[in-house]
């Protein structure tokens, strides 16, 4: 067998030599932008305090406008990070101390410590196999007495099933909130992702189709979470006048607040969004038809009413058909010379906080102490099977900011990819003579 042919993990010439880096996603016009804040001195416009200036400076009220008018909502409010975003979307909806907030393992750590942060209590559902998405069956199994709201995560670039996830939150009386780090510029029935929620939003991470280093847009188009979202946000307690109590719950502020340099290169970058996403689902298609009829391997699934922006690119295995393992496939494509493999994707109910159920000191608060007395919600494998089974073995992504290049560059992973799998034997007999 020619070197061509055989597989590079073996000894063969890798099927990709050289792959371009990523694109720069920071061009002259963001240097431009961030220059003239600097040249004009005021890099924050934010005073803790009530005011014209507790809703920050110009360019990031500037940016602000800006997404309201891009998603179509009547409020967005820029924070310094996805993450302080969740904290003050699950704050602004009034969680108690020991009240239940359902959402996905298969996220990001702080869509599930942004309830903790309100001493509220995670609750896991299991996921959509196709989507990887939030299962709203799974969902509605653990709706509890204590349940005050959902959390769907659009997780790798599509939307959960909202309409399905609003109809069990409206028939229970819930809050339902988007996590959409990885989703702006998708659509669900033709709203964008992020809206359909009580409260969403987007990262602005430097990883992200848009960013500015960090940060964060929530938007919301309910008048009252818009301004308790903007309290949070600023050192609420230092502002509020009202002896109210309902109108103080929840209102210990923070310092979430988004710089002038970072807005004014967000809202660079926000217009390029269509463009990004356009660019990533043309090198998806491409790689559908280039994948299609590999045994053992699924493509993409996107659910109907539907658009994907491929944050990541999530295929299934079928390790049985295969007869090999994952960690032996990514070995495998690793060596040919393939980029931004994801071998898995973490479960949060199987992280030791959660196991534990450890969070604040070492008695067990929030899941006791409350006045909810014991939870009784609980977490390990098997919780989770759909989750468990696609982070152990069977799911296999690729990093789409990998393949903003164009169809040369995808036509280079798909025949590093057909290699392998023409290869399938030598992998098996390998795996054999080592047993």
């Given at each position: 067998?020619?070197?061509?042919?055989?597989?590079?993990?073996?000894?063969?010439?890798?099927?990709?030599?050289?792959?371009?880096?990523?694109?720069?996603?920071?061009?002259?016009?963001?240097?431009?932008?961030?220059?003239?804040?600097?040249?004009?001195?005021?890099?924050?416009?934010?005073?803790?305090?009530?005011?014209?200036?507790?809703?920050?400076?110009?360019?990031?009220?500037?940016?602000?406008?800006?997404?309201?008018?891009?998603?179509?909502?009547?409020?967005?409010?820029?924070?310094?990070?996805?993450?302080?975003?969740?904290?003050?979307?699950?704050?602004?909806?009034?969680?108690?101390?020991?009240?239940?907030?359902?959402?996905?393992?298969?996220?990001?750590?702080?869509?599930?410590?942004?309830?903790?942060?309100?001493?509220?209590?995670?609750?896991?559902?299991?996921?959509?196999?196709?989507?990887?998405?939030?299962?709203?069956?799974?969902?509605?199994?653990?709706?509890?007495?204590?349940?005050?709201?959902?959390?769907?995560?659009?997780?790798?670039?599509?939307?959960?099933?909202?309409?399905?996830?609003?109809?069990?939150?409206?028939?229970h009386g819930l809050k339902l909130l988007g996590d959409?780090?990885?989703?702006?510029?998708?659509?669900?029935?033709g709203q964008a992702a992020g809206t359909l929620a009580?409260?969403?939003?987007?990262?602005?991470?430097?990883?992200?189709?848009?960013?500015?280093?960090?940060?964060?847009?929530?938007?919301?188009?309910?008048?009252?979470?818009?301004?308790?979202?903007?309290?949070?946000?600023?050192?609420?307690?230092?502002?509020?006048?009202?002896?109210?109590?309902?109108?103080?719950?929840?209102?210990?502020?923070?310092?979430?607040?988004?710089?002038?340099?970072?807005?004014?290169?967000?809202?660079?970058?926000?217009?390029?969004?269509?463009?990004?996403?356009?660019?990533?689902?043309?090198?998806?298609?491409?790689?559908?038809?280039?994948?299609?009829?590999?045994?053992?391997?699924?493509?993409?699934?996107?659910?109907?009413?539907?658009?994907?922006?491929?944050?990541?690119?999530?295929?299934?295995?079928?390790?049985?058909?295969?007869?090999?393992?994952?960690?032996?496939?990514?070995?495998?494509?690793?060596?040919?010379?393939?980029?931004?493999?994801?071998?898995?994707?973490?479960?949060?109910?199987?992280?030791?906080?959660?196991?534990?159920?450890?969070?604040?000191?070492?008695?067990?608060?929030?899941?006791?102490?409350?006045?909810?007395?014991?939870?009784?919600?609980?977490?390990?494998?098997?919780?989770?099977?759909?989750?468990?089974?696609?982070?152990?073995?069977?799911?296999?992504?690729?990093?789409?900011?990998?393949?903003?290049?164009?169809?040369?560059?995808?036509?280079q992973l798909v025949a590093a990819f057909r290699k392998?799998?023409?290869?399938?034997?030598?992998?098996?007999?390998?795996?054999?003579?080592?047993?």
């Open positions: 067998m020619s070197s061509a042919h055989t597989l590079a993990l073996f000894g063969g010439t890798p099927a990709i030599k050289e792959f371009p880096p990523d694109p720069a996603l920071l061009g002259e016009a963001d240097v431009a932008a961030a220059a003239e804040v600097i040249r004009g001195g005021v890099l924050s416009g934010y005073i803790g305090a009530p005011g014209e200036a507790f809703m920050g400076g110009a360019r990031v009220r500037a940016f602000e406008a800006q997404c309201a008018a891009h998603f179509g909502v009547k409020h967005a409010l820029a924070v310094n990070s996805w993450t302080s975003g969740l904290v003050c979307a699950v704050g602004a909806i009034g969680i108690e101390p020991g009240d239940e907030v359902i959402t996905t393992p298969w996220t990001m750590a702080a869509t599930a410590t942004a309830i903790l942060h309100w001493a509220g209590v995670p609750v896991f559902a299991d996921i959509d196999r196709n989507t990887f998405n939030i299962d709203p069956a799974s969902v509605e199994r653990l709706i509890t007495k204590r349940t005050k709201a959902v959390i769907a995560v659009d997780i790798f670039g599509q939307s959960a099933d909202m309409k399905a996830l609003r109809a069990i939150c409206d028939r959409c780090a990885q989703a702006p510029g998708a659509f669900h029935h009580d409260i969403g939003g987007y990262s602005l991470n430097y990883h992200k189709h848009i960013h500015c280093g960090e940060g964060g847009v929530l938007v919301t188009n309910d008048d009252r979470y818009a301004h308790r979202l903007a309290l949070i946000r600023n050192h609420a307690e230092a502002v509020v006048q009202s002896d109210d109590p309902v109108e103080l719950a929840n209102l210990l502020g923070h310092n979430f607040r988004l710089g002038e340099i970072e807005a004014a290169i967000a809202a660079v970058q926000l217009p390029l969004l269509a463009e990004r996403v356009a660019q990533r689902q043309q090198a998806a298609a491409a790689l559908n038809a280039g994948l299609a009829g590999l045994p053992g391997l699924t493509t993409p699934a996107v659910l109907p009413g539907n658009t994907h922006v491929y944050y990541i690119y999530g295929l299934q295995l079928d390790t049985a058909r295969l007869g090999v393992s994952r960690q032996q496939l990514l070995a495998a494509l690793r060596a040919e010379g393939v980029p931004g493999l994801v071998g898995s994707y973490q479960n949060l109910h199987l992280l030791p906080l959660f196991r534990h159920r450890i969070a604040y000191g070492t008695g067990g608060f929030p899941w006791t102490g409350t006045a909810h007395g014991d939870s009784g919600v609980t977490y390990g494998p098997g919780l989770c099977p759909v989750a468990e089974d696609l982070h152990s073995r069977s799911f296999l992504g690729l990093a789409m900011g990998q393949f903003a290049h164009g169809p040369a560059e995808v036509a392998v799998w023409g290869q399938l034997d030598a992998l098996r007999g390998a795996v054999a003579q080592a047993a």
